[in-house]
């Protein structure tokens, strides 16, 4: 024992230790002793690409051939250990450390520039083991066997989102709408992150605790579907499939009432809870990626106008029916909305056409007869005639008897009556949500769900994701609208755990490892406690643990993490590539 502390031993015990360390390592990674010692320095990013410097020797257990690789590099020897400095006093040489906040913020190109910058230059410097050098980490070149050079690369290019256009089809000759969507979105990511009555990315109705929030009409290639200003009529997701003759999403099993994506329709109407529409642009949507293009079909041919968005809401309706019927030989369940507000012009009325009547006829209903086979009530929804709407009944969906070979129309009587809604029962949400400002002075509100949603535009209505880390902006061109999103700065105590201290002196180290990994050495530099490790026969890692005095240096890890904290570093979700739902990443970088 030396009087800086430092072990000393001698070359061949430290020879005759690695020796036997080598064979229990190659003995866990699954190799026998080597039939030929190979000499030869290997020059690769990652372990797994160096078989072309490699020979063959010796065998597993099981018979099979394996590789055998051992680095001519130097056994790590001891250095004399600096003297351990006395406590920190005014007299003590000051060390300047420059702040790298503003290197943080820099993109990660230039920083793996000036990495390589500094790798050439190490390898090309003396090591000087300056005495004074306490707070910053020394260099370890003599210390350890050289570690391999990670080749730099160049940086990835960031995905672009694809570019879109809408085309209309040359026989799509709808009337314009009256008016404008109070709220609107282009990207389905950006519908559901924004609106809470809307979070289902690929179904169409998004349901929550047995109720129905929002629903999507969109891609409808049903040719029962109806929709005009006040009353929609469509079916319930399921049993829906490609048809392999037609290539058309086609009913290719049968719906049935009991299921809880009908149910859920059901307990709407009972709780007499309102459902907020939103309907699907229906245009001929055209993509390019590369020198691919990429045509769909119109998204929802049952509404009477063309739509200005890709997303628009229509406003609050409520289930007022809901019932089976076969058609093509496939029970489909189906389900009636009207609108709550029944005297206000529809903002996708067609442009020009009478406005509705402000006294509603809330007397004049469709014929409800009862089934003769069965003994349950049903409304007549067919102009051919009334049928059994009880899936469960010998007469289902029969008129005089028949089944109908083609769709039949909807009973007119059907269509134009109308429910009258309680003044008294308000809708749960508002179609235009407010915006997130009355919870900005929560202390964790930037970590918190609520900022990573999106955002509604108070003055245009477009959806918006959180696509900035430091505020939300209206991604709408010529639209100005954002709001900034402050940033609490949290002192470094906050993130110690309980019971955690900060060193004075030498930090105790808690590093944890399993064999075959091997602490080597453990060395003192100054404040620094150095432990390094042997992860694989000829490949170290060294840890540098500071203390108190070194955290606390100007410009040390403590003013570094404050800085970073309230320095804007331009972090954003970036655009994926190859995801058609999510446009979006998940994380900010």
């Not at 039939?35 to 690769?44: G, K, P, R, T, W």
């Not at 010796?58 to 099979?64: C, E, I, L, Q």
């Not at 900060?502 to 620094?528: L, S």
Request: include cysteine.
């Amino acid at each position: 024992m030396s009087s800086t502390g430092g072990v000393q031993m001698s070359a061949g015990s430290e020879a005759s230790r690695r020796s036997a360390r080598e064979r229990k390592q190659a003995q866990h990674f699954g190799h026998s002793e080597p039939s030929v010692e190979l000499e030869e320095l290997i020059e690769a990013t990652k372990p797994r690409k160096i078989a072309s410097a490699v020979r063959k020797a010796g065998k597993r257990a099981s018979g099979k051939p394996s590789l055998w690789v051992k680095l001519s590099l130097p056994a790590p020897t001891l250095r004399e250990v600096p003297q351990l400095p006395l406590p920190w006093s005014p007299s003590a040489p000051e060390v300047k450390i420059e702040n790298n906040c503003e290197a943080q913020a820099e993109s990660s190109s230039r920083n793996l520039k000036k990495r390589s910058a500094a790798l050439a230059a190490n390898d090309d410097d003396d090591d000087n083991d300056d005495e004074s050098d306490l707070f910053t980490p020394s260099s370890s070149r003599d210390q350890a066997p050289k570690r391999q050079r990670l080749q730099p690369s160049a940086p990835k290019p960031r995905a672009a989102p694809n570019a879109k256009s809408a085309v209309k089809y040359e026989d799509d000759h709808r009337p314009e709408p009256r008016g404008q969507p109070e709220v609107w979105a282009e990207m389905r990511q950006a519908l559901c992150e924004s609106l809470p009555y809307y979070q289902a990315y690929q179904s169409g109705a998004y349901t929550y605790g047995g109720y129905v929030y929002g629903f999507l009409l969109d891609n409808d290639n049903d040719e029962r579907g109806y929709m005009d200003e006040k009353v929609i009529i469509t079916r319930t997701g399921g049993g829906v499939k490609v048809n392999v003759e037609t290539g058309q999403m086609e009913q290719m099993d049968d719906q049935s009432s009991t299921s809880t994506k009908v149910t859920v329709f059901s307990n709407n109407q009972r709780d007499m809870i309102p459902i907020m529409l939103i309907v699907g642009q229906n245009f001929c949507t055209f993509s390019k990626r590369g020198n691919t293009d990429s045509f769909t079909g119109a998204k929802n041919p049952h509404c009477p106008t063309l739509v200005p968005h890709r997303y628009n809401v229509l406003g609050t309706a409520h289930v007022t029916d809901t019932w089976s019927e076969k058609v093509n030989g496939k029970v489909v369940c189906r389900v009636r909305f009207e609108m709550i507000d029944l005297k206000e012009p529809s903002w996708w009325g067609i442009k020009g056409s009478p406005l509705p009547t402000h006294t509603p006829n809330f007397i004049s209903k469709a014929l409800v007869k009862t089934c003769t086979t069965c003994g349950i009530l049903s409304k007549q929804i067919s102009a051919a005639g009334w049928m059994c709407l009880n899936e469960s009944c010998a007469s289902f969906s029969r008129i005089n008897g028949q089944y109908s070979q083609e769709a039949p129309a909807y009973n007119p009587a059907f269509i134009s009556e109308r429910n009258r809604w309680p003044a008294h029962i308000k809708a749960p949400l508002k179609v235009k949500p407010t915006p997130p400002t009355g919870t900005l002075s929560n202390s964790l509100m930037e970590t918190s769900l609520a900022s990573w949603k999106g955002m509604v535009c108070v003055d245009c209505g477009g959806c918006n994701s959180r696509t900035k880390w430091d505020d939300w902006k209206c991604g709408t061109e010529g639209c100005d609208f954002e709001i900034s999103l402050p940033h609490t700065i949290f002192p470094v105590s906050a993130f110690a755990p309980d019971h955690a201290f900060e060193a004075e002196g030498h930090a105790i180290p808690f590093d944890k490892w399993e064999e075959p990994v091997v602490r080597t050495e453990t060395k003192f530099h100054g404040y620094w406690r150095i432990a390094t490790y042997e992860l694989s026969p000829g490949n170290y890692v060294s840890h540098y643990i500071a203390n108190q005095e070194i955290n606390r240096q100007p410009g040390g890890a403590d003013d570094t993490l404050i800085a970073l904290q309230g320095a804007k570093m331009g972090m954003q979700r970036f655009a994926l590539e190859n995801s058609p739902g999510t446009r979006q990443s998940r994380s900010f970088n």
